[in-house]
């Protein structure tokens, strides 16, 4: 009661105070005693009856309530009377209603909605069982009609709704709501479709075997009885219970302020852990669990995992996540099917089939081709059947995720005890059961040697009237009255007046020989469970044994194995587990288009095909950044201000091998004016790989890569800026390779990656290249033996020049001259690392596109001036280049590679469709084109 007080009403926190602060509200009832009216006055003659019988009470609990307290017209009321002909009952409207509720709360808590720890039984469902046993409904007898019981239930015990007293019965005859059913229902008592019960007048029950366990032994004083509602009858408080109903069977309950929600466990688990607690009762809780591993619901499942079982064990609370039992099986044509053995407790059947109809319609689980219902007398099966396609397992957890094919049971084991609402262990249950049955077989022994020692006193007074039978016989015809001869036979051989009275009712056959053996017998075994009893009392060892010997009994009686079974925990599903791991191509335009398809898409060719179309984009659009990457790795998109953005492949929407894509700024939040410079591909982010940033004015960093494994929805911050600068470039580097960069004024600068050093993410990096004011970086590159540098101006004039021709110096400097500048080829505008078999696709800012073999471009010293690679208007420049391969596979490099990244051996087409030939496993990143 206090903890109920504690948790719900605090009195400094009641509006009863808050109004008493503000002006002591009162709630009086005013009854004017006028003679002119009659109604008035009657109210107020019923109302001074009343006040007269509860006059003392009445008064104190006023006074009590209204001490020194002003009322909201300044006065001080100081009585019951506050004016002639007025009656004014005064009571403080918060403390009023706090008493009200608190009564309330308390009979719903106690009488109502939370079973007792010791028979694990709410009032209704004990007076049901104390019912059917009392009107002779047991399992020897014939059924009876339910709405008998249902009757006499309501008119002796529990006056309250039929219903509510028809639908508990109900539920304790489904085998599929408890574990061991105590009502033996006859006729329809509802289904796990949720279907309901059949009326009262049709269905029959009586109490069914295991009902009589918990009643047993009620007949020999084991338990308290008490009036019941209009004190005409005895109901008991509690019923013996000869096994732990509260653990078998479970309990849920909504009351006031509180719920109890007890899972349901197998009896011969239980009788075991009650057994071990007995032999010790100092055991743990792991101890236990060794003969009761956990709950065992009527409908079977799985319990994954055991920490949310150890925790409710231990503290009474605890989350488990139950799942339906599923099976795989392999059809003859190749498809598989999802069969539904058993599904979690308490979940309706009929509404799971109709989710799973809504999940197929609404397109949600496209890889289910059909749905079955197989439920007979054998089982519940639901078949789920696949498309070819379809990968089993992530559709079963597509199913876990959308479905009550997984459920979570939060376990509060609350119960009464001694009529106080307790959350408790494992251990205070078992503990509590096992007190609750030392003093029922205490009391059932004490009973029993009393009625035995009473026996034993009347057999006594049988061998003394056998071994006198003559006088005996010549006394009571001697006499003339009954009185007289009971009398005479007291004084004569000192019997008691009860054995007087036996020998007195004793028949002539008990006057035999064999009869008085069978006296003799029945006293000597009496006296042999005299002894018995009274060990028993005095030995609490004995006590116990005799506890475990019956419990032990039951359990051989209704035993039945474990239908839920407990396997390793289980996983919070992610969205990642409902998609199927394939390898996709992601494609990305310069104008910002992205999307995937399935590299099967793109059908496999001998050398010298003619490829397929791959994408249809709008003018002066190409593919700028190609991958293969598989749908849980992930892209990090690195942005013109310096930010990463981060999405799974899966994430990207999928769509037609003709389609543009979508538009970048509808999947990342990119601000007005920021655009994606830079695109990688992983599956990991190793601490031993890096990756490098260059800035349009020269500075560089270096970062390992496990500085990004993290996300957020506005990006997080991959390198710092100043206001005039953008980052322009991020390649994966590793160890020893070449860093070169080239810069809008003629120079270019090769330096080792160990130059500059790993780096925060928040930082802003060492310089790379020192750029004049009016100039800027145009690219970085990560320059490896046996490429070409290509450069291309403004104007259009070209080259391309071997890696090996440029010297290494340290970062920082301006570098050497890769091409000789002058005012008609105006300002160097892309640069490019090429391999010999590339081609390139030059677009101009008036998406004018040239397409040419690098093999055709002239391959010239550092310092040439270059040739003519492409005739550009005088009003329009180069803007953009891109690359895709001829379709002769590169070498396989050294340095991370993506494992997760395909070669694809698609040949480029010569009719402008997208080639798709190879895939730079460095890193993880190939540039195609679009003519």
């Not at 009971?486 to 008990?510: P, V, Y």
Request: hydrophobic share 35%.
């Amino acid at each position: 009661m206090a903890d109920f007080e504690d948790e719900n009403f605090d009195a400094d926190e009641q509006s009863g105070v808050e109004a008493a602060e503000e002006d002591a509200l009162y709630l009086a009832e005013e009854v004017d005693t006028d003679d002119e009216g009659d109604e008035d006055a009657e109210i107020a003659s019923a109302s001074s009856t009343l006040d007269e019988e509860h006059a003392v009470s009445e008064e104190e609990r006023a006074r009590s309530m209204m001490v020194d307290m002003p009322n909201p017209h300044g006065s001080i009321i100081e009585g019951a009377n506050g004016g002639e002909g007025t009656t004014v009952r005064a009571a403080f409207l918060g403390k009023e209603m706090q008493t009200s509720f608190l009564e309330y709360s308390m009979s719903v808590i106690v009488s109502r909605a939370l079973p007792d720890v010791r028979d694990g039984l709410k009032p209704v469902h004990r007076r049901i069982l104390y019912a059917m046993n009392e009107s002779g409904y047991t399992p020897s007898k014939p059924h009876m009609k339910s709405a008998r019981t249902v009757g006499d239930v309501i008119g002796k015990y529990h006056p309250h709704g039929d219903s509510a007293v028809y639908d508990t019965m109900v539920r304790l005859a489904q085998p599929f709501s408890l574990r061991l059913p105590l009502i033996d229902g006859h006729g329809n008592f509802g289904s796990i479709d949720g279907d309901s019960a059949a009326a009262m007048r049709y269905t029959e029950a009586r109490l069914d075997k295991p009902a009589m366990e918990l009643l047993r032994d009620l007949d020999k004083e084991t338990v308290d009885f008490q009036p019941n509602y209009d004190e005409s009858l005895q109901e008991p408080t509690v019923l013996p219970a000869r096994f732990p109903n509260l653990l078998v069977n479970g309990s849920n309950g909504i009351a006031v302020g509180m719920a109890t929600n007890i899972p349901p466990h197998n009896l011969g688990e239980t009788i075991d852990a009650t057994c071990l607690m007995i032999d010790n009762p100092e055991c743990t809780t792991e101890e236990l669990m060794a003969v009761m591993p956990g709950p065992d619901f009527p409908t079977g499942g799985l319990i994954m995992g055991k920490k949310g079982i150890l925790d409710a064990y231990e503290t009474g609370h605890g989350n488990m996540t139950i799942r339906a039992k599923c099976e795989i099986e392999e059809k003859k044509n190749g498809r598989s099917s999802i069969v539904v053995k058993e599904i979690p407790y308490q979940v309706n059947r009929k509404r799971l089939l109709e989710k799973l109809g809504e999940l197929v319609r609404d397109k949600k689980l496209p890889e289910i081709s059909n749905i079955h219902d197989a439920a007979d007398r054998k089982g519940i099966d639901i078949i789920i059947d696949l498309k070819s396609n379809a990968i089993p397992q992530v559709v079963l957890n597509k199913l876990y995720k959308h479905t009550q094919l997984q459920v979570g049971f939060g376990a509060n084991m609350l119960a009464l005890v001694n009529g106080t609402p307790r959350v408790l262990s494992l251990k205070e249950i078992l503990h509590y059961y096992i007190e609750h049955q030392k003093d029922v077989v205490t009391r059932r022994t004490r009973y029993e040697l009393a009625k035995a020692e009473e026996r034993e006193h009347i057999l006594e007074g049988y061998i003394i009237a056998l071994d006198n039978i003559d006088e005996v016989i010549q006394i009571i015809r001697s006499s003339q009255t009954d009185k007289e001869a009971a009398a005479r036979l007291t004084e004569r051989f000192g019997l008691s007046e009860k054995q007087t009275n036996a020998i007195l009712e004793m028949r002539l056959r008990r006057l035999t020989g064999l009869e008085r053996e069978k006296i003799e017998e029945e006293l000597a075994e009496l006296r042999e469970k005299i002894a018995y009893y009274k060990r028993i009392l005095s030995d609490e060892s004995l006590l116990k044994q005799v506890i475990k010997d019956e419990l032990l009994e039951i359990k051989k009686k209704y035993g039945n194995p474990r239908r839920t079974r407990i396997t390793g925990e289980a996983k919070d599903i992610e969205v990642e587990d409902l998609i199927a791991e394939e390898n996709m191509v992601v494609t990305m335009t310069k104008a910002g288009y992205i999307k995937r398809l399935p590299v099967s898409t793109y059908r496999q060719q001998k050398r010298g095909g003619k490829g397929m179309q791959g994408v249809n984009l709008k003018d002066a659009d190409f593919v700028e950044h190609l991958f293969v990457a598989s749908t849980h790795s992930y892209m990090l998109f690195f942005s013109t201000k310096g930010k990463v953005y981060r999405l799974k492949v899966y994430e990207i929407p999928e769509a037609s091998r003709h389609a543009r894509g979508t538009a970048i700024v509808n999947l990342l939040p990119l601000e007005k004016g920021e655009s994606i410079s830079a695109v990688i591909a992983t599956k990991d982010f190793p601490a031993e790989e890096f990756l490098m940033f260059a800035t349009a004015q020269g500075n560089v960093k270096k970062t390992s890569m496990d500085q990004y494994d993290r996300t957020r929805r506005d990006g997080l911050i991959a390198i710092n800026l100043k206001d005039d600068d953008e980052l322009i470039s991020v390649k994966r580097v590793a160890k020893g390779e070449k860093v070169i960069m080239v810069s809008s004024a003629g120079k270019a600068i090769l330096w080792d990656e160990s130059e500059a050093r790993a780096m925060g993410r928040g930082t802003m990096g060492v310089r790379g290249m020192n750029v004049p004011a009016d100039a800027h970086v145009l690219g970085m590159e990560i320059a490896r033996p046996g490429t070409d540098l290509f450069v291309i101006t403004e104007k259009g004039y070209g080259k391309r020049t071997k890696i090996e021709e440029y010297p290494e110096h340290h970062r920082g400097g301006q570098g050497v001259y890769t091409i000789t500048m002058t005012h008609k080829k105006g300002l160097l505008a892309v640069m490019k690392i090429v391999g010999a078999d590339d081609e390139i696709m030059i677009v101009s800012e008036e998406g004018v596109i040239v397409r040419t073999p690098v093999k055709g471009i002239s391959e010239l010293g550092r310092s040439t001036q270059g040739v003519k690679v492409m005739n550009v208007a005088d009003k329009d420049k180069v803007c953009a280049v891109a690359i895709s391969s001829t379709g002769k596979k590169k070498a396989k490099k050294e340095g991370p590679a993506d494992e997760n990244q395909l070669d694809l051996l698609d040949e480029e087409s010569t009719d402008g469709s997208l080639a798709i030939d190879d895939i730079d496993g460095d890193e993880g990143d190939v540039e195609a084109a679009e003519e």
